[in-house]
Structures are given as structure tokens and as C-alpha cells.
């Protein structure tokens, strides 16, 4: 759900707007989805990492370029450090599915009644 806009200035929000967005309408299980599914994703690279998998070589064939990668990954970091880039690398995606799933969960949680329904505007 778009912000209200009547100037219609914001027609497209960037991520971090439309996530700001999420967090204002749906309060708590927007903050928490997307906080677990962060802290998912870090343990998922940390794992990654700390197994030896060849990290670079994955971020390259899904398309980041080296600079970005070369910023990110210097020779010699902590398995920590290097499993944080490369989180930090992947935010937009994180931030894409909160955006997309908190809606369809809120929605689902008050279909079965576990949410209230959403307070009527006056």
C-alpha cells in the first residue's frame, strides 16, 4: 500500500521510503519480519563464510561488480566482518521481500483472528 500523497510528488518511493512506509502501517511485525530475516541472512553468510565457501566468486556470477566487492572484502578481514559485507551487500534484497511479505502476513493473521482488524479512519 502506497503512502497517502495528496500533491502526488512521491509517486515512487525508494526502498528505504517504501520500508519507513511498511514499519509506519504495520507496526511491530513489520520491525520483526524484518529483523528476523536480517538476522536470518547473517547467519546464513557467517555460515557461508566460516565453511570456506569462495564468497567472491558467488557474489560475481550473481552480477556485483568488483569495485563494490573490492570495498567490501579486504584481504585479511574477520569471518564476521566478511559475512557482515556481504549482508550489508545483500539489504536490498532483505528489504524487498519485508516489503512484499508483511502485507500478506498481517492480512493472513487477521483472516484467522489472531490480529484485530485495522481501526476504522474517520
Excluded: W
Amino acid at each position: 500500500k502506497a503512502a497517502a500523497d495528496p500533491g502526488g510528488e512521491n509517486k515512487k518511493l525508494n526502498k528505504s521510503q517504501q520500508l519507513k512506509q511498511v514499519f509506519k502501517e504495520y507496526g511491530a511485525v513489520g520491525v520483526s519480519f524484518h529483523v528476523g530475516i536480517s538476522l536470518v541472512s547473517l547467519g546464513i553468510f557467517y555460515l557461508a563464510v566460516s565453511s570456506g565457501v569462495d564468497m567472491t566468486a558467488v557474489l560475481f556470477k550473481l552480477g556485483f561488480s568488483e569495485s563494490s566487492l573490492q570495498s567490501k572484502m579486504a584481504a585479511g578481514t574477520s569471518t564476521f566482518v566478511l559475512a557482515y559485507a556481504i549482508h550489508k551487500l545483500f539489504a536490498p534484497v532483505r528489504i524487498s521481500i519485508t516489503i512484499v511479505s508483511v502485507p500478506f502476513i498481517v492480512r493472513y493473521c487477521r483472516k484467522i483472528g489472531f490480529f484485530k482488524p485495522p481501526a476504522p479512519n474517520p
